[in-house]
């Protein structure tokens, strides 16, 4: 993961590939690259996924409200499925190598896209500022949006609000920040140092499941 200025940028090692030449529908080049997580692929179909906000999936009955996540899940390793703007990124289980999942995955968001089906049936960003929201969760999740999730999006993954109490700032790691090697150092020396620079009454930041 990476945060601007803040933390060391990851190389990014992008292929390409043409699943629909394989399987008789309009040429479509999904492009993968790999993530600071061993763990996770990021595919970018060359189309919008989300065009706005995250949605995360850990299991395929979480998985009912997209009809994509819900494909993806029936391969054989699909460990957790996270869309983004304009990408989705995979998390295998440990069991499978990524030279045997990847055809099974660039078929299905290839079938899918070409087909038009719904992305999403329903459901919205979790980092949306509410009315209810007080002014330091306000400004909070306004340095999140603007700051931290354009950069964590780079690498597959995003990072969202989830509460704040007494000092401390409570965060859901999504995508390829579940579980990346590099996920402590993103929440400590980046978001935490960041957000209280900015805002006096953050002491900690910690991360949630």
């Known amino acids: 993961m990476i945060l601007g200025g803040i933390l060391p940028k990851f190389p990014i090692r992008r292929q390409s590939s043409s699943a629909a030449a394989q399987k008789g529908f309009s040429t479509m080049f999904i ?7 061993p763990a996770t692929l990021k595919f970018l179909p060359g189309r919008e996924v989300l065009g ?7 299991s395929r009955e979480a998985a009912a409200r997209s009809p994509l996540a819900e494909r993806l899940f029936e391969i054989d390793g699909v460990a957790g499925v996270f ?25 299905v968001i290839m079938e899918h896209f070409t087909a038009g ?24 999740k306004e340095l999140l949006d603007t700051r931290v999730r354009p950069a ?6 995003d990072i969202t609000f989830h509460g704040f109490d007494r000092g401390v700032v409570y965060l859901h790691m999504k995508g390829s920040c579940a579980g990346c090697p590099s996920s402590t150092a ?19 930041v910690r991360a949630v499941r």
């Open 117 to 140: 089906k719904p992305v999403l049936l329903h459901g919205g960003d979790d980092n949306a500022v509410t009315e209810d929201d007080d002014e330091i969760v306000q400004q909070i």
């Open 83 to 107: 869309l983004g703007a304009d990408f989705i990124t995979i998390t295998k289980d440990g069991g499978k190598e990524w030279f045997l999942l990847k055809p099974s995955i660039l078929g």
């Open 52 to 58: 706005h906000g995250t949605a995360d999936f850990t």
């Open 31 to 37: 492009q993968t690259e790999q993530t600071p997580n």
């Open 152 to 157: 964590v999006a780079q690498d597959g993954g």
């Open 186 to 204: 993103t929440l400590k020396n980046g978001i935490e140092n960041m957000l209280r620079h900015y805002i006096p009454e953050v002491v900690e």
